[in-house]
């Protein structure tokens, strides 16, 4: 049977997810780097499909999404050159079932939009969608599927590196739940400011768009880091760390 490529490049990680029969069978990560050619993501792929018992050749059709305008120009030249197909790039005018209603369409990141597609195909609407990466998003999905616009802010490993970089004597620190909320030394108490200003940031905001949006929406978190959340907050209905490959192979169905 023949396999879909779904190639979803991020600000930080590049995700290439082998699609069969409607669900991904196998997924690989890269760093996201607009130097890395067209042949060198071959030479990768090839050998990770491989140890798995996949072949090139087996992919039939790509979709790309990108908020990365520069690594484009490789991954488009992977899919022609070394896949034999013409893949699908994500853009806002051209998610089928998402209709996007913000004065203007275009400066909606695409990987922002699949999501919404993925969400609203496993979860139905109205929801928000809030996905944890280089920046944290809450975005506003209609009881029709549309796009309703949300909130951008800075994810946690930014902020993280941030104090880092602009403190001389604060260290570079994992992410992780502390046992306590008042911290007993420096490590801790960046631990907690992180950890738990992340969890008021997320309880904050759901609740304010609850309050404005005048309707209940359900909540449903995705991304790098939100596994570090369930658990400990009520204000997140459903945790799916796969919905930007869900949306992308839902848009896939939808094509077809």
């Given at each position: 049977m023949s396999k879909?490529?779904?190639?979803?490049?991020?600000n930080t990680n590049t995700v290439f997810a082998l699609v069969q029969g409607g669900e991904a069978i196998a997924q690989w990560r890269a760093s996201t780097s607009s130097q890395r050619t067209a042949d060198e993501y071959?030479?990768?792929?090839?050998?990770?499909?491989?140890?798995?018992?996949h072949e090139l050749s087996d992919i039939s059709r790509c979709i790309i999404s990108t908020v990365v305008p520069?690594?484009?120009?490789?991954?488009r030249n992977l899919a022609r050159r070394h896949l034999s197909v013409d893949p699908?790039?994500?853009e806002a005018s051209s998610i089928?079932?998402?209709?996007v209603r913000i004065p203007n369409p275009s400066e909606v990141g695409a990987d922002r939009l699949v999501t919404a597609a993925?969400?609203?195909?496993?979860?139905?609407?109205?929801?928000?969608v809030?996905?944890?990466?280089?920046?944290?998003?809450?975005?506003?999905i209609a009881?029709?599927?549309?796009?309703?616009?949300?909130?951008?802010?800075?994810g946690i490993n930014l902020s993280m590196q941030a104090l880092h970089d602009a403190a001389a004597r604060l260290p570079r620190i994992a992410i992780e739940k502390p046992v306590k909320i008042i911290g007993t030394s420096t490590v801790g108490a960046m631990q907690s400011g992180i950890f738990w200003g992340y969890v008021g940031l997320i309880e904050g905001l759901i609740a304010r768009i609850q309050e404005e949006h005048g309707a209940s929406l359900k909540v449903v978190a995705t991304g790098g880091v939100s596994s570090l959340f369930e658990g400990v907050t009520s204000s997140i209905d459903h945790f799916d760390p796969e919905l930007t490959i869900k949306g992308l192979i839902e848009i896939c169905n939808r094509l077809s």
């Open positions: 879909l490529l779904a190639i979803d490049v991020g071959a030479v990768w792929l090839h050998q990770l499909m491989q140890m798995e018992g520069q690594s484009l120009f490789h991954v699908f790039i994500v089928p079932g998402v209709p993925g969400a609203f195909a496993h979860y139905g609407g109205p929801l928000i809030v996905d944890s990466g280089t920046a944290t998003t809450f975005d506003i009881e029709d599927g549309g796009f309703e616009g949300g909130v951008i802010s800075p």
